[in-house]
């Protein structure tokens, strides 16, 4: 076969020398990502109206479309750096990369079991582990999403189809102040109205209050609304609270409505024994939302959702057709197509099912163990601090603090001292009308020496005030 006839069709020689190029870069990237800074230079509009450009007629060389994709990489946050302290950040672990090399090189389909059975039993044992984590029983199913919006909003549709399958424009559902935008988005897409996202009030520790949720419960039922779904947070974005689980579990028990859990940022602490102490309750959720791309520092992109009932997730989701009657496969495996909106997705476990295998959980419970110690280790070194005010201890790895007696200008001029060292980015956010910064330890590659330099920046910033 020529080459030059066929171009798409690539030689093995070439194969291999892209790919020689294209790992040469990766390498480089990770192995320099503790040195470079944590944020970007201002991006130019030069470059980016050079990004924009369409595609070619003509082939060109791989060396400068490497170079043009590394550019584009170094201008944006370091978010798998050992300084990314803003969000909550995505992993960048090179056998995850080498998962989805062979996951997209291999090309398998798995929206359904028969085309590839083996490939699914693969994706199906880390889904099985996660129902097994969180004490799920035999009827439970675990899939893989693209992040944990998707997993809310299809957890927030098996809820409506549970209970308001006919009178979506009765139901309610009730999630936090301080939950996840994603949760209001996914109930408006699954034809909830906005007016029906009820708000439950916090504690003054931030946390969902369950006796205001019974309370609205109560209202809506005699108003002749539909609770659908309550849910709760297991490590909100703002602070990594932990809302009482157990309280609110007994709560949907007794209204006979879905209880669903968005344990995105905190649900995989579970692994370790502190985790499973300060999760406790999670068990008795009806769903799930888990983020491997979170706190099994995994790429972005790798959500998880875990449901008690596959019949739930069935009956919200499976649609037969006349075209798909020669895909049927082994009944011992799940359809995919069925517990989900796509029916034509890609083999998105490997990613997740290599690194597990090779590297083993117990390096997984260790680097959390690792982040909760860094954690309880920042926050007494901030609390000694009398010119800085700290929230109470983290339940997770957030700690949130801020100037004390300071105003909002204050507290935006004290991060932007911080994040100028491009040492670490810090991020903000407001609590009760108060802006507050966040320093969200979960990296992989943040360890004792980047805490302990952010606690001398963050202490010179303090002392920096004008």
């Known amino acids: 076969m020529d080459d030059d006839t066929f171009p798409l069709e690539t030689t093995g020689e070439a194969m291999r020398g892209y790919a020689e190029r294209a790992v040469e870069l990766l390498v480089r990237h990770l192995d320099d990502m503790s040195e470079r800074p944590a944020s970007h230079d201002p991006v130019s509009q030069d470059f980016i109206a050079a990004l924009l450009a369409p595609p070619p007629e003509r082939a060109r060389e791989l ?19 050992p300084g ?34 083996a490939c699914v039993a693969l994706e199906e044992s880390v889904l099985r582990w996660m129902c097994d984590l969180f004490d799920m029983p035999d009827s439970a199913q675990g899939l893989l999403t693209t992040g944990g919006s998707l997993a809310n909003l299809i957890a927030v549709v098996a809820a409506r189809t549970r209970h308001a399958e006919d009178r979506a424009d009765r139901a309610t559902i009730y999630v936090g102040e301080h939950a996840h935008g994603s949760m209001r988005k996914a109930a408006r897409t699954a034809g909830i109205a906005a007016t029906r996202v009820r708000r439950v009030s916090s504690s003054p520790d931030l946390r969902m209050d369950p006796h205001d949720l019974r309370r609205q419960l109560d209202e809506d039922r005699r108003a002749g609304f539909v609770p659908a779904c309550i849910s709760a947070a297991a490590g909100t974005t703002n602070t990594g609270t932990i809302d009482p689980l157990e309280e609110i579990a007994e ?18 602490f579970r692994l370790t024994s502190r985790g499973r102490a300060r999760l406790a309750g999670i068990e008795r959720a009806d769903s799930i939302t ?53 029916l034509t997705r890609e083999w998105r476990g490997l990613r997740l099912w290599l690194p597990l295998h090779l590297h083993g959980v117990t390096a997984f419970r260790a680097q959390l163990d690792e982040k909760l110690d ?50 670490v980015l810090l991020s903000s956010t407001r609590l009760g009308g108060d802006t507050w910064l966040r320093l969200a330890i979960l990296s992989l590659r943040t360890h004792a020496d980047r805490v302990t330099e952010a606690l001398s920046i963050i202490r010179d910033a303090a002392g920096a005030q004008g």
Request: some cysteine.
């Open 63 to 81: 060396e400068p479309l490497l170079n043009r994709v590394r550019r584009a990489a170094e201008a944006a946050y370091e978010s798998a750096g």
């Open 84 to 117: 990314y302290l803003a969000y909550i950040p995505g992993g960048g672990m090179f056998s995850a990369a080498l998962g989805d090399f062979l996951a997209v090189g291999l090309n398998r389909y798995t929206g359904r079991a028969g085309p590839a059975p």
């Open 251 to 268: 709560v949907a028990a007794e209204a006979g409505v879905w209880f669903h859990i968005d344990a995105a940022y905190g649900g995989f």
């Open 290 to 342: 888990l983020d491997p791309h979170k706190s099994l520092f995994m790429p972005f992109g790798t959500g998880a959702l875990v449901v008690r009932s596959n019949i739930d997730l069935r009956r919200a989701f499976a649609e037969d057709a006349d075209y798909l009657q020669d895909l049927r496969g082994d009944s011992s495996l799940p359809d995919f197509d069925a517990l989900c909106p796509e």
């Open 374 to 423: 860094l954690a309880e280790t920042a926050h007494a070194a901030l609390s000694r601090d009398p010119r800085i005010e700290v929230m109470g201890p983290p339940d997770l790895t957030v700690i949130s603090f801020r100037l004390a007696g300071a105003g909002a200008s204050a507290q935006r001029d004290f991060l932007a001292r911080i994040n100028a060292s491009r040492r």
